[in-house]
């Protein structure tokens, strides 16, 4: 079974930075390419940032280019995101999603994230 | 960046009812469509991809329609688990883009 599980949202103050992590499993990871997603309180969803399977190529949202950077382990399974010069219109659930393959629809989602920036 | 556009934003009906979504994106993006759903406090669910065709395990009521810049989710009878939020999304290119969702709601 394919797992995807989250980690590493926090309260952080604006100006911050922090790293999200996403474990995976059940499937073989390197295979794959993964997003990172976001859905601020109430509101809908914003993809974020894609990076291949090996690791190589990465893309990014306008919102978040030059503030944030996506990364893998694929020795580890793990999917990474690092934010800073974080705002408060950052605050928002975040989501690693896997591709089905590379550059495809989002075939299995995790749980989320809660990054929240306040002071 | 493609853009994409849902509507309605809110749509109300009853069990049973045939409902139909639209999507529309702001410049061809051929059949590279996605549907999901999300209930409150869950993840999305990937519903339909390449604009028709039905995830596994998707119930078959839910049917997806369009290329181009035109798309339609529908779902031919809708049953109590339907009422949820929509997403569609575009990854003809790889900057992905969402629409801005589409909340069923009970009449």
């Known amino acids: 079974e394919v797992q995807l599980s989250e980690s590493g949202g926090d309260l952080v103050q604006p100006g911050g930075s922090l790293r999200l992590s996403c474990a995976a499993s059940?499937?073989?990871?390197?295979?794959?390419?993964m997003n990172w997603v976001r859905q601020a309180p109430g509101k809908g969803l914003e993809w974020l940032s894609s990076?291949?399977?090996?690791?190589?190529?990465?893309y990014y949202a306008g919102s978040v280019k030059g503030r944030f950077t996506i990364s893998r382990d694929n020795s580890k399974n793990t999917l990474y995101l690092q934010m800073t010069s974080l705002r408060a219109e950052d605050t928002a659930l975040y989501y690693c999603?896997?591709?089905?393959?590379?550059?495809?629809?989002?075939?299995?989602w995790g749980q989320g994230t809660l990054v929240t920036v306040s002071s | 960046d493609i853009q994409m556009t849902q509507s309605p934003s809110t749509l109300s009906a009853s069990v049973g009812d045939r409902v139909t979504i639209t999507c529309r994106a702001s410049?061809?993006?051929?059949?590279?469509l996605a549907w999901y759903q999300q209930k409150p406090g869950k993840a999305p669910k990937l519903l339909i991809y390449?604009?028709?065709s039905l995830e596994s395990g998707v119930p078959s009521r839910f049917s997806g329609s369009g290329s181009g810049t035109e798309f339609t989710l529908t779902i031919s009878s809708l049953q109590p688990d339907d009422f949820a939020t929509y997403y569609c999304?575009?990854?003809?290119?790889?900057?992905?883009?969402f629409g801005q969702g589409t909340k069923l709601e009970i009449k």
């Open positions: 999304q575009q990854y003809n290119t790889y900057l992905y883009a």
């Open positions: 999603a896997k591709d089905y393959s590379n550059g495809h629809h989002l075939d299995c």
């Open positions: 410049q061809s993006i051929g059949s590279w």
């Open positions: 059940g499937f073989i990871f390197s295979n794959n390419a």
């Open positions: 990076i291949s399977g090996s690791g190589g190529t990465t």
């Open positions: 390449k604009a028709s």
